[in-house]
């Protein structure tokens, strides 16, 4: 079960979202019921789940229903990476992993610094030496390292919605963007190219999120601006 949205933050997103000059976007590592879960009452407020693998706009006349950013046509590699992961998870004690529909997780946070630094430098050699000719990006977070596609990532979902906005709402005013992962470096690049950005790059004991990997990515259309 999803921790709830707290009351202010689901205010301050109602309130940005209620004004039809601006688009606002939560985009996550979260898989699709948790981000149902979480921020489904929040009219027309758009979502992305796994990253931007999926997802969708909350149209309040209509269901929630997530589409596809691109079709994966191999998961072959999923197989491969799995065992691979466990493998290490079988040996780290504290460690443990997470599969989703587009990707592969091993989490250490839990286990001793210096160990679980060592073990996942080591996971990344392995991995980058097995899957050397596999269209596959491997993050090596702060206490994770994640295996997914190439071109499934938070900057290529940012990519398509600004361009979505432009070609039905036109020339954006300014863009707002935040996020304190390492998953959001992809996203900040998309944005830092487009000439009406204003990126926050906040450290992690500073972080402003929305929960855990929540980030807000919110324009402001022609017509006016808020955030």
């Known amino acids: 079960m999803t921790n709830p949205l ?3 933050v689901a205010n301050i997103l109602a309130d940005m ?5 601006n688009t606002v976007c939560v985009i996550s590592g979260r898989e699709r019921q948790q981000m ?12 992305a789940a796994e990253n931007g693998y999926y997802y969708a706009w909350n149209v309040p006349t209509q269901p929630l229903e997530f ?18 992961i466990k493998s290490y998870k079988e040996r780290t004690d504290g460690s443990f992993v997470v599969e989703k529909d587009c ?30 000719f596999v269209p596959l990006d491997i ?15 938070k900057g290529a979902f940012a990519k398509q919605l600004l361009q979505n906005i432009e070609r039905k709402k036109g020339e954006i005013d300014f863009i707002f963007c935040m996020g304190d992962s390492q ?18 790059e906040v450290p992690s004991e500073e972080a402003l999120t929305v929960g855990v990997e929540e980030h807000i990515l919110c324009d402001g259309g022609t017509e006016g601006v808020a955030g």
């Open 6 to 8: 707290s009351e202010p």
């Open 17 to 21: 979202c209620a004004d039809p000059c």
């Open 36 to 47: 149902r879960e979480k921020f489904g009452h929040i009219p027309n407020l758009w979502l």
């Open 67 to 84: 589409a596809k950013l691109t079709e994966v046509k191999d998961w072959g590699w999923k197989a491969t990476v799995l065992d691979i």
């Open 103 to 132: 990707s592969v997780r091993w989490f250490f946070r839990d286990v001793d610094t210096d160990f679980g630094i060592k073990e996942s430098n080591e996971l990344v050699a392995h991995l980058h030496t097995i899957l050397e």
């Open 139 to 153: 993050i090596h977070g702060k206490d994770y390292v994640e295996v997914r596609p190439k071109g499934v990532d």
């Open 183 to 200: 998953t959001d470096e992809d996203m900040f690049r998309t944005i830092k190219e487009h000439p009406k950005d204003a990126v926050l």
